[in-house]
C-alpha cells in the first residue's frame, strides 16, 4: 500500500487509539492469539515496555487530536498488567494535566490471571473499565485459554473475576467464539448470566494458516487479504469457528436473550445490529461502512491502521514524530478504510443484511463470491443467518424505541397477546 497524503482526514470525526504499551508480550499462550506472531516485529532482546517519552507523546498527541469532550485511552497487549501498576500510576500522573480540558476514561483489557486487591482498589479509584477476556465455563474456557506451561487458567480469571466484583470495578466481557464453543451456545450464555455479567461481547475468531510469505516473515498466521485479489490460502487455522455455526452461536444465545434478558444483559453483538436497525452510524469498525480510524500504537511509538493489521506494509509512522490524524489520513488516502466499503463485492452490495453487516471485517474477506469476485466475507453464510432471522425482532425494537416505548417490552410482545410478524 502507498502512503501518499492525498485526502486529509475529517478532523471534526473521533478516532481511537488502541494502545499496546507492552506489545505483544503475556503470561498466557492462548491457542488463537493473533498477536503473539507480532513478536517477530521486534527484536528478539525487545524490552516490551513504553517507554516514558512515548507514553507522554501518546496521552498529549490522542487528547489533542479528538474532537470529542471525552477522551478513552485502552490499554491491550498482550497483558497489559505485566507492567504493573507503577505503569498505570504514571498514565494518571501524565494525564492529570489535561482533566480539565477533556473528561478522560481509561479502559484495560486484561485476562484477569494477575488482578490482586491491590489493582482493584487502584481500578476503582481511577474509575476503570476493565475488559476481561473470559470465554465462557471451565470446559470451554480451558479448551482454548492457556497458560505458558499449557496449564488451565479459569480458576486465575475467575478469582480476578472475583475480586474485580468485591471491589466494585466496572467490568465487561469479551468471549472468543472459536471452533468448538460454537457448539455451545446455551451453556456459555448460562454460565455469563449466572455469573451476573451484564456487559458480553462475542467476538469470532478466524485466522488463516500462514503461507509461504508470512512463514517467511516470521509469522504463525496467514496475512489480511488484498481485497481486490483474488486469494489462494483461503485454509483456516483448526480453532476457526466455521461460518454457519456462527450464525447458529448467536442465534441460540438471542433467542434466549430476546426472551428473558432484554434490559437486563446487554450483548454488544445485539446492541450493534439494532444500532444499525436505527440508521445509526456502526460504534464498531467491523460492521461500519469504512473503517480506519480506529489505530494501534505499539509499546515503541510505532502506529498501525488497526488491530488486525500490524504489519510492516501498514506501519503509518511514529507517535514521537508524527501526530495521529495525519497518520490516520495517510492511512485512508492509502486506500485502507474505504476499500471496506468500495471494494464490496456485488453480492455484498446487493444483500439484503447489507446494513447491518456491511461485508464485516476486511481481514476475513478472503472468499470468492458464486460468481467468482474475490472479497466475500469467509463468515458471510453466519452473517446472513444471523442478520436475516434477528430482523423480524429489530423491526419490533424499532417501532418500541420510535414510540418512545422500554426495548424490553419486546419480550412480553413475544410472550403475546401482541405476534410478530415474520
Ligand atoms: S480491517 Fe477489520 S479490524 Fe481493522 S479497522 Fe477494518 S473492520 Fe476493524
Ligand atoms: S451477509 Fe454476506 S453477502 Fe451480505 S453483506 Fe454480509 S458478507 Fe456480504
Not at 25 to 52: G, I, V
Not at 278 to 302: T, W, Y
Not at 306 to 315: G, L
Request: include cysteine; charge should be neutral.
Amino acid at each position: 500500500m502507498s502512503l501518499d497524503v492525498k485526502n486529509p482526514v475529517d478532523s471534526r470525526q473521533g478516532i481511537h487509539i488502541l494502545a499496546k504499551p507492552n506489545g505483544p508480550a503475556c503470561n498466557l499462550a492462548c491457542d488463537y492469539c493473533f498477536y503473539t506472531e507480532k513478536q517477530s516485529l521486534f527484536p528478539k532482546d525487545e524490552n516490551y515496555r513504553m517507554p516514558d517519552n512515548v507514553l507522554e507523546a501518546y496521552i498529549a498527541k490522542y487528547i489533542s487530536a479528538q474532537p470529542s469532550p471525552e477522551v478513552e485511552f485502552a490499554w491491550q497487549g498482550g497483558e497489559p498488567t505485566l507492567l504493573g501498576l507503577d505503569f498505570f500510576k504514571k498514565v494518571i500522573e501524565m494525564q492529570k494535566p489535561f482533566t480539565g480540558q477533556k473528561t478522560i476514561r481509561n479502559v484495560l483489557q486484561s485476562n484477569g490471571t494477575l488482578i490482586t486487591d491491590e489493582w482493584c482498589r487502584f481500578l476503582k479509584r481511577h474509575s476503570f473499565l476493565v475488559g476481561i477476556s473470559l470465554d465462557g465455563p471451565q470446559i470451554v474456557h480451558d479448551r482454548y485459554r492457556r497458560d505458558r506451561g499449557g496449564k488451565a487458567t479459569f480458576n486465575k480469571v475467575m478469582k480476578g473475576l472475583e475480586r474485580l466484583r468485591k471491589h466494585g470495578v466496572e467490568y465487561n466481557v469479551m468471549a472468543c467464539v472459536a471452533g468448538e464453543t460454537a457448539c455451545k451456545p446455551q451453556d456459555v450464555y448460562h454460565f455469563f448470566k449466572k455469573e451476573g455479567v451484564e456487559f458480553i461481547q462475542f467476538f469470532p475468531v478466524v485466522e488463516r494458516i500462514p503461507d509461504e510469505i508470512s512463514e517467511k516473515r516470521g509469522f504463525c498466521l496467514g496475512m489480511p487479504p488484498l481485497l481486490d485479489r483474488e486469494e489462494t490460502n483461503v485454509e483456516v487455522t483448526p480453532w476457526s469457528v466455521a461460518p454457519e455455526p456462527y450464525g447458529d452461536f448467536l442465534i441460540a444465545v438471542f433467542d434466549e436473550w430476546v426472551k428473558n434478558d432484554v434490559g437486563r444483559v446487554f450483548v454488544m453483538n445485539f446492541e450493534w445490529a439494532l444500532n444499525a436497525w436505527m440508521g445509526n452510524a456502526s460504534p464498531v469498525c467491523v460492521f461500519a461502512k469504512q473503517c480506519g480510524r480506529s489505530i494501534v500504537l505499539e509499546h515503541n511509538g510505532d502506529v498501525y491502521a488497526c488491530d488486525h493489521h500490524v504489519y510492516p506494509e501498514y506501519r503509518l509512522g511514529n507517535i514521537l514524530d508524527d501526530n495521529p490524524l495525519h497518520m490516520i489520513s495517510k492511512s485512508i488516502a492509502a486506500g485502507f478504510g474505504t476499500g471496506k466499503e468500495t471494494a464490496l463485492p456485488r453480492r455484498c452490495r446487493e444483500c439484503d443484511v447489507l446494513e447491518l453487516c456491511r461485508g464485516g471485517c476486511p481481514k476475513h474477506r478472503f472468499l470468492k463470491t458464486y460468481d467468482d469476485e474475490p472479497g466475500l466475507n469467509y463468515l458471510c453464510p453466519g452473517y446472513r443467518k444471523f442478520f436475516n432471522y434477528s430482523k423480524k425482532y429489530l423491526r419490533v425494537f424499532r417501532q418500541l424505541l420510535e414510540n418512545n416505548l422500554p426495548a424490553s417490552l419486546v419480550m412480553d410482545a413475544i410472550k403475546g397477546p401482541l405476534v410478530i410478524k415474520t
